[in-house]
């Protein structure tokens, strides 16, 4: 049976720190409940993208500012990935790499990158809801949603998801852990939006858990709040 949405258009708020599984299971939720699929951080990695191309320093705020006010920059989303173009180029397959993945972090603390892209992620669930993931979907972009979930997972677990994201490093368990607690420092302890769970958020520990078990039990509240029904049992 298939599942039925009972609040339209519903908005689904998945956070949480690098490692967590986000992407993985608001894809696996969007595809169940038939919702478009935003990936936030890949409009910030698209911004970083753009900041790297054109030389100018990360921490030049009033420069990458001026810079983003020219550009234009829009997502797609798609049943199986979320696609973002820059200055109408997709650039969806050269946001991945470790020097954006830096510059990210970097650009999204700036207060006027982050007023834009809020801006252009809201407009996608305009009508139509959506599954958003990102580091403050429940928090500033859609502190209404009618769920919102924090996904977590142990630091060690954490790093080794990274490790299957990234090979071809070359490097250790020891030096992606590494990287993840400075990331989660840089973004715990930011001025702007800092990545903390919101009040009403439903709180996941993913670890030991497959990304389909997860994302049962996701719809499985979403059941519990009235949000959808006609859930098949028979997958539990």
């Known amino acids: 049976m298939p599942v039925e949405i009972m609040l339209e258009p519903l908005v689904i708020a998945i956070d949480g720190p690098a490692g967590a599984g986000k992407s993985t299971v608001a894809l696996g939720l969007a595809r169940e409940l038939e919702l478009p699929y935003v990936d936030s951080g890949a409009t910030y990695r698209a911004a970083a993208l753009k900041v790297l191309e054109t030389a100018i320093p990360p921490t030049s705020e009033d420069r990458i500012a001026a ?15 979320f696609h973002v173009l820059l200055d109408g180029k997709d650039v969806t397959g050269q946001i991945r790499s470790p020097e954006v993945t830096e510059a990210a972090s970097m650009v999204s603390r700036i207060p006027g990158v982050r007023r834009a892209l809020i801006a252009l992620q809201r407009n996608f669930a305009r009508g139509r809801g959506v599954v958003m993931e990102g580091r403050d979907i429940g928090t500033i972009v859609f502190p209404g949603a009618a769920l919102k979930v924090f996904l977590t997972a142990s630091p060690l677990e954490r790093a080794r998801r990274r490790m299957g994201d990234e090979k071809g490093r070359g490097v250790s368990l020891g030096e992606v852990a590494l990287e993840i607690q400075q990331r989660d420092r840089r973004d715990s302890e930011r001025n702007v939006s800092p990545l903390v769970p919101a009040p009403d958020a439903t709180l996941i520990d993913s670890t030991g858990l497959s ?3 997860v994302v049962q039990r996701i719809l499985q509240r979403l059941e519990e709040m009235k949000l959808i029904s006609g859930m098949d049992r028979r997958r539990e």
């Open 67 to 81: 810079m983003l006010s020219a550009t234009v920059l829009e997502g797609m989303p798609a049943d199986d990935t």
């Open 211 to 213: 990304a389909g078990e």
